[in-house]
């Protein structure tokens, strides 16, 4: 009998204890470099060596910490007027986008170049409602092997209260000589 998705899921999200070899090896494909000396999708343009992704740029997006060892990052983004609605609160689908881009950052601290991250799926919750200004997002990797990865991210106001959750399950691809994921 085959498992289904939820069993599937699970398995990805939990691992198999014969993978756990493979989880902790994973894990430190990306430890040993500081940032600087990191390259790749994810470190060229967070370090100014290339512009960013427009969909970060809009976001106002900057790192603010990364370890790859523990697999977790610290980043910022600059909610404006622009993301509202008629009420004046950021719309969900920013906070998700934010969300979305905390999660994958995690990913990718622990992955070494070559290799990039494609979202399976987002879960996001909405807390409370956020106003314009600095929302700060905390991202880590929960469990990774050699190709999948169980995400979790949370986004903080100003006043360090939560305002929106999220988890992923994100595969883990390499990138072809021209640096796209076939």
């Known amino acids: 009998m085959a498992l289904g998705p939820p069993r599937e899921r699970w398995r990805r999200r939990n691992g198999a204890p014969e ?11 990306g430890a040993g470099r500081t940032m600087t000396e990191r390259s790749g999708p994810l470190w060229d343009p967070v370090l100014g060596r290339a512009p960013l992704p427009r969909a970060a740029a809009t976001l106002g997006f ?10 977790t990052v610290e980043v910022a983004f600059t909610a404006t007027a622009d993301f509202t609605n008629p009420l004046g609160n950021v719309l969900g689908g920013f906070l998700a986008a934010m969300l979305h881009d905390t999660v994958g950052t995690a990913l990718l601290a ?49 006043t360090g209260a939560i305002v929106a959750t999220a988890t992923a399950l994100a595969r883990i691809v390499d990138l072809d000589a021209g640096g796209t994921a076939p």
């Open 110 to 158: 622990t992955v070494g170049p070559g290799r990039f991250q494609s979202t399976e799926e987002l879960t996001v919750r909405f807390l409370r409602p956020v106003r314009p200004g600095r929302l700060v997002g905390t991202g880590h990797v929960v469990h990774r092997d050699e190709d999948h990865a169980s995400l979790e991210a949370a986004l903080s106001d100003p």
């Open 62 to 71: 900057e790192l603010l910490d990364a370890d790859a060892e523990e697999g």
């Open 19 to 29: 993978r756990a070899a493979a989880h902790r090896a994973a894990a430190r494909e």
